[in-house]
């Protein structure tokens, strides 16, 4: 089945310092999203890819979907403690416009930072 | 509007024992999941609704577990004959349709004595 290697598993990191999160497939993604964890809390949607080369930013964050739509990478500059949480990508398993479809969840980056 | 709900937010059972977790989706909301996350690490997919139907049923780790929605909406999961490696929490989401984005309910921590 549809699987996705997301790296590192974890990031320590001094605040200010910039973070990336990876993740990759060995098989042409439909789409991919984002979400973050913080501790304790549940996974919040952050955005979602469709498009070969698509580049889209939130402030900060830095979200990328390669050419051959294979591997994405979430990127924050200047990482401040807010930041700190898992990060998942979460890719799509089905026929994309079609009416039944599921994401298959990374294992995730835990983030840390340290003021 | 309300998001998506789910109770109990915690369940301490004994082993053995059945246990019945509740999903109440976003209004609206065609699409159901619920994942499983044991301390620390990422989601295990379990099942997903579309509708009051099930595509999908691959993820659920063995005949104990089944889950059922009604009406479109709300869902149930339940566990039978819990065992010590139950223990995790169960995190629903729902979704406007298939491939949209999740929203996550604060989930049901489970912890099988």
């Known amino acids: 089945g549809q699987q996705v290697m997301q790296i590192p598993q974890y990031q320590h990191v001094q605040e200010g310092e910039d973070f990336t999160t990876y993740c990759n497939s060995s098989t042409t993604l439909s789409n991919i999203q984002w979400y973050k964890q913080r501790p304790g809390g549940h996974p919040v949607f952050l955005i979602q890819?469709?498009?070969?080369?698509e580049v889209k930013k939130q402030k900060r964050l830095t979200f990328q979907f390669g050419e051959a739509k294979k591997n994405s990478s979430l990127h924050i500059t200047a990482t401040q403690t807010t930041d700190v949480g898992t990060y998942f990508c979460?890719?799509?398993?089905?026929?994309?416009?079609?009416?039944?479809?599921?994401?298959?969840f990374g294992k995730g980056t835990k983030l840390s930072v340290k003021p | 509007g309300a998001g998506v709900s789910q109770s109990p937010s915690n369940k301490v059972t004994e082993k053995g024992k059945d246990v019945e977790l509740r999903c109440d989706p976003i209004?609206?909301?065609?699409?159901l999941y619920w994942y499983r996350q044991s301390l620390g690490q990422g989601l295990e997919f379990l099942i997903y609704f579309q509708g009051n139907s099930a595509p999908d049923k691959s993820g659920l780790p063995s005949d104990r577990f089944s889950a059922e929605r009604t009406g479109g909406s709300v869902s149930t999961l339940t566990i039978q004959r819990t065992q010590q490696e139950d223990s995790a929490v169960y995190l629903c989401?729902?979704?406007?349709?298939?491939?949209?984005?999740?929203?996550f309910g604060p989930g049901t921590r489970l912890t099988v004595l």
């Open positions: 209004s609206g909301h065609t699409a």
């Open positions: 979460a890719v799509g398993v089905g026929n994309y416009g079609g009416s039944q479809g599921n994401l298959i």
């Open positions: 989401a729902s979704s406007f349709g298939a491939f949209g984005k999740q929203f």
């Open positions: 890819l469709v498009k070969s080369g």
